[in-house]
């Protein structure tokens, strides 16, 4: 698994790749959009009810590229 965040001061992207064969849950260190720019589909969020704060957490199956969530 290697995560990795690229930012050019105007936009910051996360990009997210799994090399296992299962699909892996990822806390990323702020809320994303729905969107998975890579494929233009939606990507699964999830909550992991064993962390102490809610985190933001999705769902890669093998590569997700994506934007912080606006606020």
Same mark, same amino acid.
């Not at 698994?1 to 910051?12: E, K, L």
């Not at 296992?20 to 969107?35: F, K, Y």
């Given at each position: 698994?290697?995560?990795?965040?690229?930012?050019? #001061? &105007?936009n910051? =992207?996360?990009?997210?790749?799994? $090399?296992?064969?299962?699909?892996?849950?990822?806390?990323?260190? *702020?809320?994303? #959009? &729905?969107?998975? =720019?890579r494929?233009?589909?939606? $990507?699964?969020?999830?909550?992991?009810?064993?962390?102490?704060? *809610?985190?933001?957490?999705?769902?890669?199956?093998?590569?997700?590229?994506?934007?912080?969530?606006?606020?």
């Amino acid at each position: 698994m290697i995560a990795f965040a690229r930012d050019d #001061g &105007d936009n910051r =992207l996360f990009v997210v790749i799994n $090399f296992g064969e299962i699909p892996a849950t990822v806390s990323l260190p *702020t809320a994303v #959009g &729905d969107t998975d =720019l890579r494929t233009g589909g939606p $990507f699964r969020k999830r909550h992991d009810p064993r962390a102490e704060n *809610t985190g933001h957490y999705i769902v890669v199956d093998d590569v997700v590229v994506c934007r912080p969530a606006s606020t």
